[in-house]
Nanobody, 122 residues
Framework: QVQLVESGGGLVQAGGSLGLSCAASGRILNIVTMGWFRQAPGKQRELVATITIAGSTDYADSVKGRFTISRDNAKNTIYLQMNTLKSEDTAVYYC????????????????WGQGTQVTVSS
């Protein structure tokens, strides 16, 4: 099993910045991709950003140029730096990990964190 522990999140005004982190532990040998997904009330869970163990990144169009995903392989931790936040970024943000390959579909991910709330006030 793999455990994902998220930290960060909170309340910020529109235009502000916030950072999230996610530390992985346990049987992480086969984890290839880690990422951030988010779910707003009444909406489906959606991709925010992913990063592979090789450092390849992918972003949702809605966050490109504003959010940056990064990872520290030595600490088995990924980060999400969110800048120029908008009210539509308000959601519960989840860290996820996938074995063996990369995928955009959240249903393909094997492990999930507990989620952290990000609220952007306008």
């Amino acid at each position: 099993q793999v455990q994902l522990v998220e930290s960060g999140g909170g309340l910020v005004q529109a235009g502000g910045s916030l950072g999230l982190s996610c530390a992985a532990s346990g049987r992480i040998l086969n984890i290839v991709t880690m990422g951030w997904f988010r779910q707003a009330p009444g909406k489906q869970r959606e991709l925010v950003a992913t990063i592979t163990i090789a450092g390849s990144t992918d972003y949702a169009d809605s966050v490109k140029g504003r959010f940056t995903i990064s990872r520290d392989n030595a600490k088995n931790t990924i980060y999400l730096q969110m800048n120029t936040l908008k009210s539509e970024d308000t959601a519960v943000y989840y860290c996820a990990a996938k074995r063996f390959t990369w995928h955009i579909d959240p249903t393909r991910y094997d492990y999930w964190g507990q989620g952290t709330q990000v609220t952007v006030s306008s």
